[in-house]
């Protein structure tokens, strides 16, 4: 029975050990507890555009090791030398405006966990929104956070729907972990 997933129907490879299909699987969808993880999707996201998602997957280890495991305190500090270091990194994607944007996102995203405990908090308390509404948020709040990014941003990280279909074996596992506020 074939299934109706935009993100599988998308993808060109399925198999087991792809990184598409390991994102389906896995991650795409799935809520997000964590803040450092939160974030480092949101640098995942950022440094797609232009991009293909399939880039950013194969690349991903490389992010997550280029900026500090995500660990927004870390990156937030992140002087001119560590700038420099990761427009260096052929391991990432070396475009000065996405560092930028990271290193400015962490700096913001630390004063949202100031005031509302976290940036999942802060997520949470914004949800649910329309996605021209969290397009609007994020970019007053972000930088370089146009309406693709924060579209793919939510949905992948469960704020907003259209991940999986219905009938996909994913957003079934998928809706067990949600709370039942996200499913608004």
Not at 1 to 18: N, Q, V
Request: charged share 25%; net charge neutral.
């Amino acid at each position: 029975m074939p299934l109706s997933c935009p993100y599988c129907e998308s993808s060109y490879h399925k198999e087991a050990g792809d990184v598409n299909k390991e994102y389906h699987d896995h991650q795409y969808g799935f809520p997000i507890d964590d803040d450092n993880e939160l974030f480092g999707r949101l640098i995942l996201e950022i440094n797609q555009a232009g991009l293909s998602w399939t880039t950013i997957l194969n690349k991903q280890n490389n992010f997550r090791k280029a900026y500090s495991e995500f660990d927004i305190h870390t990156i937030a500090n992140y002087d001119e030398i560590e700038r420099a270091r990761l427009l260096s990194d052929a391991g990432i994607i070396r475009n000065k405006l996405k560092v930028n944007a990271a290193i400015h996102n962490a700096q913001v995203i630390l004063g949202l966990q100031e005031e509302y405990g976290s940036f999942k908090a802060w997520l949470d308390h914004h949800h649910p929104k329309s996605k021209d509404e969290w397009v609007k948020l994020f970019k007053k709040t972000f930088k370089f956070t146009g309406g693709e990014i924060t579209n793919e941003f939510l949905m992948s990280s469960g704020y907003l729907k259209g991940a999986h279909g219905e009938d996909c074996p994913i957003f079934k596992k998928i809706s067990k972990l949600k709370p039942k506020w996200m499913m608004i």
